[in-house]
């Protein structure tokens, strides 16, 4: 009987296959649709309000409402994708507006940039995993 219940369990807490596929499939349509909109969104830019501030958080924006929507439905590849382009963006904006455009451009503020996003997105997402995997621990308990 104890047996039953814990294959059940692990049943149960293992996404299948087809589950798997579903999300990487899911996980493709998300960045492809952030993608798609990203480019329209520069292209129309041009024609109305070609500033680079303008451009940037918009982007923001696109990836923000991405990541919702990854969040939503589970899509586990494509909410860690648009997390790092939060980090990345949002990294890029605050230098650009502290230094200006001209200041960031060089191939090694971008790859310092790039690598702190993920970098830091990945620490967080193992924090987060590490703190759902852990007990936790009330104020109240201890007195």
């Known amino acids: 009987m104890k047996v ?17 596929v579903k999300t990487a499939g899911w996980s493709v349509a998300i ?8 480019r329209l969104m ?15 958080v918009a ?20 909410a860690f994708i648009m ?3 939060i980090a990345y963006g949002t990294s890029y904006l605050c230098i650009h507006t502290i230094f200006g455009v ?9 790859m310092a940039v790039l690598t702190a996003a ?3 997105t990945a620490l967080g997402v193992m924090l987060l995993l590490r703190s759902a ?7 109240r308990a201890h007195g």
């Open 4 to 20: 039953a219940r814990t294959e059940e369990r692990m049943a149960t807490a293992l996404p299948s296959w087809t589950q798997r």
């Open 31 to 38: 960045v492809a649709t952030f993608w798609i909109a990203a």
């Open 42 to 56: 520069t292209s129309a830019s041009y024609a109305f309000a070609d500033h680079w501030a303008v451009r940037q």
């Open 59 to 78: 982007m923001l924006v696109i990836s923000a409402a991405c990541l919702v929507w990854a969040l939503r439905i589970g899509a586990v590849l494509a």
């Open 83 to 85: 997390a790092v382009n």
């Open 102 to 110: 001209r200041a960031a451009q060089g191939g090694e503020a971008h």
């Open 118 to 120: 993920v970098l830091g």
């Open 133 to 139: 995997r852990s007990p936790s621990v009330s104020p």
